[in-house]
């Protein structure tokens, strides 16, 4: 069997963590910032981890994980 590529958008966009959970960006920190307040805009800077609903999906296009 050949082995299973990785999928490349989803590597740029997704890392795993030590245990094995996937870690996100959050989005709308990329334009229109002016109307955001500061902490809504400094709390957009963490990361977070996945829903585990996602995880399972995510974790197929990441054979390495």
């Known amino acids: 069997m ?4 990785t999928h490349r958008g989803a590597a ?3 890392k795993l963590t030590k245990k094995g ?5 959050k989005a709308f920190k990329s ?7 500061s902490k809504r ?3 957009l800077r963490k990361a977070t981890l ?3 609903a996602d995880q399972h999906r995510i974790k197929r296009l990441l ?3």
């Not at 050949?2 to 590529?5: D, H, I, L, V």
């Not at 334009?31 to 307040?37: A, D």
């Open 2 to 5: 050949p082995k299973m590529k």
């Open 12 to 14: 740029k966009r997704f």
């Open 21 to 25: 959970s996937v870690k996100r960006n």
């Open 31 to 37: 334009h229109i910032l002016t109307k955001k307040t």
């Open 41 to 43: 805009k400094r709390n």
């Open 50 to 52: 996945l829903t585990s």
């Open 63 to 65: 054979p390495y994980a």
